[in-house]
C-alpha cells in the first residue's frame, strides 16, 4: 500500500505563489509515475500535470507556463509550483501516483487552494 499526504495549500491573493507538497510512504519502490489534479468548485477533477519516475513531464495545455511539478531526489515527494495565481485556480488539488502493485493508482485526500481577488 502506498500513502500520499499533500500539503502547502492556503488561501493566496491573485497574483502570488504557492508550493504545493505531496509525500508518499509505504510500498514507495512500485511508485512510478505521479501527478497533480484539481477539482473546482462544481467541476469535474482535471488534470495539472504529471510526471514519470524518470523526470519527463506533462502539462494540461491550459496550465502550461505557471506550474511547474518536480519530484524530490528520493521519489517519494512530488512538488507543484504554482505562480501568477488566479481566482479560477480556485481547487482542491490532489496528488495521484502510479504503482506497479495493486491497485496500481492511490489518491492523497487533497489540499485546497484558495485565491482571492
Known amino acids: 500500500q502506498v500513502q500520499l499526504v499533500e500539503s502547502g495549500g492556503g488561501l493566496v491573493q491573485s497574483g502570488g505563489s504557492l508550493r504545493l507538497s505531496c509525500v508518499a510512504s509505504?510500498?514507495?519502490?512500485?511508485?512510478?509515475?505521479m501527478g497533480w489534479y484539481r477539482r473546482a468548485p462544481g467541476k469535474q477533477r482535471e488534470l495539472v500535470a504529471t510526471?514519470?519516475?524518470?523526470?519527463?513531464?506533462n502539462y494540461a495545455d491550459s496550465l502550461k507556463g505557471r506550474f511547474t511539478i518536480s519530484r524530490g531526489s528520493a521519489k517519494s515527494t512530488m512538488y507543484l509550483q504554482i505562480n501568477s495565481l488566479k481566482p479560477e485556480d480556485t481547487a482542491v488539488y490532489y496528488c495521484?501516483?502510479?504503482?506497479?502493485?495493486?491497485?496500481?493508482?492511490?489518491w492523497g485526500q487533497g489540499t485546497q487552494v484558495t485565491v482571492s481577488s
Open positions: 510526471i514519470t519516475s524518470g523526470g519527463s513531464t
Open positions: 509505504g510500498y514507495i519502490s512500485s511508485i512510478t509515475d
Open positions: 495521484n501516483a502510479h504503482s506497479r502493485a495493486i491497485p496500481y493508482e492511490y
